[in-house]
């Protein structure tokens, strides 16, 4: 699949980088998916990491050449572009195709919330998110030691600046 989306997208002249990688996110994840993507721009262009005009453009481009449809937050892969080696799937394809997309729900914007996720993935990831805020709250431990600290030396050089001053005469 590499190889054959390696040459669409050089027929469609997306040779930058980031467009190349939106296309292949696309067709990578519209193959695990019966080519149906539930996504949008700003979640594609998060999870690519990419900027959203690279997405918009990669995506009208890809739509204008009839290689997929786009409604609302779905993204539908044409199965016309399907290799041949995929004939079996291609016929229930063509049935999903044909219909217009459907628009998602408002509970199904996430991307987290879209997706099914096993109990481990959801661990493991509140357990990064655990180390994450961990984290944060060292570092912000460390800066309100820092302030303290020189908050102290301020009080010390107003001190000594006093000081000066007295011995100066200057009030």
Known sequence: MDKSIKKLAIELNLTSRAK???MDYLFKNLALSNSVLEATIRG?????GVGKNSVIFTLQLLEREGIIKRGSGIIMLNPETLNKQYDSIKNEL???YSKDPQPL????????LSQKKSG???IEFKRKLDEKETLLNRREDK???K????EGREMKLRS??????NLLGIT
């Open 20 to 22: 190349f990688k939106v």
């Open 44 to 48: 594609l262009a998060a999870s690519i």
């Open 94 to 96: 063509l049935n999903t």
């Open 105 to 112: 729900k408002a509970d199904r914007e996430c991307p987290l």
């Open 120 to 122: 481990g993935a959801l």
């Open 143 to 145: 800066l309100n030691m």
């Open 147 to 150: 302030q303290a600290a020189l």
């Open 160 to 165: 000594w600046e006093d000081r000066i001053d």
